[in-house]
């Protein structure tokens, strides 16, 4: 037979479609830091646009002890999330808890023991990043100590993985995990040039051990979540550092490729659809936006950068990329939809609300989510052409990156975590 073009391109559609399955999960599950991949993308429709403390589509509102950044995470039809409680002692509590999805009961919570409490971010807590779960077991990271627990909230290890880590602390961590077919994936940049370098390590599922660490010192102060990818027969680490955006073989460790990028104290996480990349973080005033398409892989990678820009980059809030557009939102509330492919600005605008923006956007159901300080999540509509559907107010602070749970979302305030019923799964329909 012949194996004409059309032959070719509908074989390598396939083999496409096979990766991203691969790296797909359940229907409703949310397992890690802006959920599969990464993407902050919900496949569901019919989720919520409007609400507000007293609606009835809020399915549950939970007090969560302690403070917290990190987002919830969603399996089993249980939600997973991280916390601290500071004493008076200056001592800080780390634990799990997980809590029903259905009644949001909370169904136990587990200490990771007590340590003095270090430098941090006034913005910043002592539990920001988000944990992961295989849908066995949860992981769950401080900064110094990795754990892996089952699902009933049983630690079955916990690793200093970073013993000197309470030394050289500035902002606190930020990062959070995320695994491979086979390890817990961390990065924990350096954050005072003058203290130890920084590292990219992967730490066994079963057991805690460490398999491999990549460590540098010409780099400092990032804060961003690496991404997972298997590209053609190479699953890669993404991992954003000042200076450059790099890839890492989940194998050993070993750097594949990198991209020289304008960017310092990045925050704000790369995110990846297909065969482009998405790269827009910064601080002081060396800020970098960009989106490159990625083809070959592993060390044969060649990377083309579409377009770029050093306007409009937010400082934490991750971008979210969905039907071809480019949400991107900096703190003071200014927002930017950007055609993915050629960089053209579709819309520019300055949102309203109080406290700034920090956490990360969402998409789904045609629509994009905006959490921030002052309490109020805005719904807009995913489009050529700004508008806005709705701006629920709930109590103040949505720092943390809400999560999707099939058509409802939940949201983590200062205090409290709610559950929006979407269309379909609301308890009064």
């Not at 797909?24 to 397992?31: I, L, T, Y």
């Not at 409007?50 to 990190?70: C, F, H, K, M, Y």
């Amino acid at each position: 037979m012949r194996f004409s073009a059309i032959s070719g391109a509908i074989l390598l559609g396939f083999l496409t479609w096979a990766c991203q399955r691969s790296e797909s999960v359940g229907a409703g599950e949310w397992p890690q830091f802006r959920g599969p991949g990464g993407r902050g993308v919900s496949p569901a429709v019919g989720l919520p646009e409007t609400w507000s403390e007293d609606s009835s589509n809020i399915a549950w509102r939970v007090e969560v002890p302690g403070l917290g950044n990190s987002s919830p995470i969603v399996s089993g039809g249980r939600v997973f999330l991280t916390s601290a409680t500071e004493a008076a002692d200056l001592e800080v509590e780390r634990f799990a808890l997980a809590l029903d999805l259905d009644s949001g009961e909370l169904l136990w919570k587990t200490s990771l023991g007590t340590v003095s409490a270090g430098k941090k971010h006034r913005l910043n807590t002592y539990a920001a990043p988000t944990p992961v779960t295989d849908g066995s077991h949860l992981f769950v990271h401080f900064g110094d100590v990795l754990a892996g627990l089952d699902v009933q909230g049983q630690i079955l290890w916990r690793e200093e993985i970073d013993p000197l880590y309470s030394d050289y602390v500035h902002y606190g961590s930020a990062s959070s995990p995320v695994l491979t077919d086979n390890a817990v994936i961390v990065a924990q940049d350096r954050e005072i040039p003058e203290k130890p370098s920084g590292w990219l390590a992967a730490f066994d599922k079963k057991t805690g051990d460490e398999l491999w660490r990549n460590s540098w010192s010409d780099s400092c102060c990032s804060y961003t979540t690496p991404l997972v990818r298997r590209r053609g027969g190479t699953e890669e680490i993404i991992f954003v550092q000042a200076g450059r955006v790099a890839s890492f073989d989940s194998q050993n460790g070993d750097r594949l490729w990198h991209q020289p990028l304008e960017i310092n104290q990045p925050v704000a996480s790369p995110l990846m659809e297909g065969d482009l990349l998405a790269v827009f973080s910064g601080a002081h005033n060396i800020r970098y936006g960009a989106v490159m398409r990625l083809s070959g892989e592993g060390k044969d990678t060649e990377i083309q950068v579409l377009w770029e820009t050093n306007q409009i980059i937010p400082q934490t809030s991750s971008p979210v990329l969905y039907d071809g557009k480019l949400y991107v939102l900096v703190t003071k509330g200014v927002m930017v939809c950007y055609d993915v492919e050629t960089g053209r600005s579709l819309w520019r605008h300055r949102l309203r609300g109080k406290g700034g923006y920090h956490s990360s956007l969402l998409a789904g159901d045609d629509k994009v989510y905006i959490g921030n300080r002052g309490g109020s999540v805005l719904v807009i509509e995913a489009g050529e052409e700004y508008r806005q559907i709705a701006t629920n107010q709930l109590e103040r602070d949505v720092s943390a990156t809400p999560a999707f749970a099939g058509q409802s979302l939940l949201i983590r305030t200062v205090s409290s975590l709610y559950r929006i019923s979407g269309r379909g799964d609301r308890p009064d329909a």
